[in-house]
């Protein structure tokens, strides 16, 4: 083979340069006072006792406590919330789940989550009250503290540290939030604290009116939090029964694999499971397939259209996010692009091809010339709209994405010449118009495809880095030090929240990018060769990332799917995510950890044996060569195998 050729930096300056525009037009678009909105309430330290401040019509606005900066969990538009409260109410659902004898069951992370949107939701409908002129009279807070401290002698200490200031504040927000919740669902203004209560009937139909209330008011408020202030306990110990049975499965998946592709009698598999054969030449694979496929895919957009707005109630979010997604790179791994060959959008492509008038029309030459730059851009906008605005959580948005994406095409490969499965969607037609039977589907070393590439595709290769940077940016986006990280930016830069995601996002991708270039010194042809060693990689973060929801949200793809049944189910109770933060687990988060960790390494061991192997093939005589020029790739992936694991390691919140 020849020598890689000198390095070229003009390709890495265009690239930065585009970067830069891009970011400098993102800021500019989206940057706002440094000055957060809020209720003209202010916070500084002092007693703790609760002050009123005015706006700007000389209104007195909510009252606020005076707290001291460490003793504040999260501030909502200026208005501070002790973090007193949240740390007694942490400890509480804690002490509860023991009590249960299911301490697993308390996932300590999401809990704060959740105690924050508790929080902040409170604050949102008690100002709004007390803006619409809604106060806690003294009969409710008499009827309030009857319900509470003297119902349970412990409730002060238990849940507000003994602090009677943080207590008879919080007690008010519950208050007005329950009257403006009946106001906002009934229209009555003229009810007391107990009347409001007995009014809630906590139906779907009242939750769905409060929700269209406060998901505005959450999105168009400033929150700030500060989880490093909240005393941790810890995690509990992982199930080991449950890692052990993981590893003995994926050990003999393993020893089979490589006895088969080892026995060259047993690795046809056409041969060795004739009814692959037959549901080919029955039609069961994949046109059968596909009408399955397709309609649920169908039942999904329906589900995404006229479904619950809430994103783990709804049939087409759950399916999607929590079931679909996380199953693709598995899926790639065990059986190479399958899934095209039944994806129900290439499927209404050909369909929509067939109708009279509309004909076979070629493909623009804009997909034929430039089609994976072209891909790269639309799961670049994806990525982003969930980073940003939350496309994930969002059903308006789920829907609309999933309605938007291209037709697929014609594989138009030949079998015959067909060294690779990269441009084969296994549809299998070629078996069932072969009639010789001439035709193999053999296992293969997952890793060979990419350490024996001849023609590396630039274009691959800056993809295969993006996607370092994307799963590092969506599991940076669950972590607590995103928030700080957040508050800190937005304290400097003073942008908005779509600004910083973006900013987090543009980085996050650069980055890789950046990092591929300079270990590649500016060698296009080196950074397309180091590229493809870094895909193994990006599958397991992928699939790691996605593991935490398949795992700890699995259940409501069954929950979702007995409502659309009849069936009884846990979602029948309106509000909330039933269970709390992982009520839907089906591991607890200790255990998905480790398999996630566990994941990634398996698959940064695959990118080293790819890198192992291009350094013998790019060595004088296919030997080891010390002066093999893809040394700095073991570096690069060691690099990225770090950034993983730590991200890993930390506790994630779901987001469904």
């Not at 390095?7 to 957060?36: D, G, K, N």
């Not at 599991?475 to 995601?501: K, S």
């Not at 593991?547 to 189910?569: D, M, Q």
């Amino acid at each position: 083979m020849k020598p890689i050729a000198q390095p070229r930096v003009m390709f890495v300056v265009r690239f930065a340069a585009a970067l830069v525009c891009a970011s400098v037009l993102v800021l500019a678009l989206t940057t706002i006072p440094a000055v957060a909105a809020g209720s003209g309430a202010s916070a500084s330290p002092g007693s703790g006792a609760p002050t009123a401040s005015g706006d700007q019509t000389g209104r007195l606005s909510l009252p606020v406590l005076d707290l001291a900066p460490a003793d504040a969990a999260l501030i909502i538009d200026g208005i501070p919330y002790p973090r007193v409260i949240v740390q007694g109410h942490l400890a509480f659902t804690r002490a509860q789940a023991e009590a249960a004898g299911d301490p697993r069951s308390f996932y300590e992370w999401g809990e704060i989550l959740h105690l924050y949107d508790t929080a902040a939701e409170r604050v949102l409908g008690a100002r709004a009250a007390w803006d619409a002129g809604f106060r806690a009279t003294a009969e409710d807070r008499k009827q309030f503290d009857h319900y509470t401290l003297e119902s349970t002698p412990t409730y002060l200490q238990t849940l507000y540290g003994g602090s009677l200031d943080a207590f008879r504040w919080d007690a008010d927000l519950q208050i007005l939030m329950k009257k403006w919740m009946v106001y906002v669902t009934t229209g009555r203004r003229d009810v007391s604290w107990v009347q409001a209560g007995e009014m809630v009937t906590a139906s779907a139909q009242e939750f769905a009116i409060w929700d269209a209330w406060l998901d505005p008011a959450m999105k168009q408020a400033r929150i700030v939090t500060y989880p490093e202030l909240i005393e941790r306990r810890g995690e509990a110990a992982p199930r080991v029964g449950v890692l052990l049975l993981v590893f003995l499965g994926v050990g003999a998946l393993a020893l089979w694999l490589r006895a088969v592709a080892r026995n060259p009698s047993r690795r046809n598999l056409l041969v060795r499971w004739p009814w692959i054969s037959d549901a080919v030449r029955h039609r069961v694979y994949p046109e059968g397939a596909r009408v399955v496929v397709l309609a649920v895919f169908l039942l999904m957009l329906g589900a995404l259209a006229f479904g619950p707005s809430i994103a783990h109630r709804n049939l087409g979010s759950v399916y999607l996010w929590i079931l679909w997604w996380p199953l693709v790179p598995f899926m790639l791994f065990f059986a190479a692009r399958s899934w095209c060959a039944v994806c129900p959008i290439a499927t209404l492509g050909d369909l929509v091809q067939r109708v009279p008038g509309l004909g076979r029309r070629p493909a623009p030459r804009l997909f034929v010339v430039a089609g994976i730059w072209v891909i790269e851009g639309v799961f670049l906008a994806v990525t982003w709209l969930d980073r940003a605005v939350g496309l994930v959580g969002s059903v308006r948005l789920t829907r609309e994405a999933a309605e938007t994406q291209p037709d697929g095409c014609a594989m138009l490969e030949r079998p015959r010449a067909l060294a690779g499965n990269r441009d084969c969607n296994l549809c299998l037609a070629c078996v069932r118009a072969c009639e010789r039977n001439s035709l193999a589907l053999r296992v293969r070393d997952p890793l060979s495809e990419l350490s024996e590439v001849r023609r590396p595709s630039l274009a691959v290769a800056v993809l295969a880095a993006v996607l370092v940077g994307v799963v590092a940016v969506q599991n940076l986006g669950m972590l607590e030090i995103a928030g700080v990280l957040e508050r800190r930016l937005w304290e400097i830069t003073g942008l908005g929240r779509i600004g910083i995601a973006t900013l987090f996002y543009l980085t996050a991708v650069a980055l890789p990018v950046a990092l591929l270039a300079v270990f590649a010194r500016g060698d296009r042809k080196r950074m397309a060769l180091y590229g493809y060693a870094l895909i193994p990689l990006d599958l397991g973060a992928h699939a790691a990332h996605n593991l935490l929801h398949l795992l700890g949200e699995g259940k409501s793809v069954w929950w979702v799917t007995a409502s659309l049944l009849g069936l009884s189910s846990p979602l029948d109770i309106p509000g909330g995510h039933p269970g709390g933060s992982m009520g839907a687990s089906i591991l607890d988060a200790p255990t998905i950890k480790v398999l996630q960790i566990a994941l990634v390494l398996l698959a940064a061991a695959g990118s080293l044996v790819v890198a192992r192997r291009m350094q013998r093939r790019q060595a004088p005589g296919g030997g080891t060569g010390r002066g093999a020029p893809t040394r700095p790739l073991f570096v690069l992936v060691l690099l990225f195998l770090a950034v993983n694991v730590w991200l890993f390691s930390v506790p994630m919140a779901l987001r469904h």
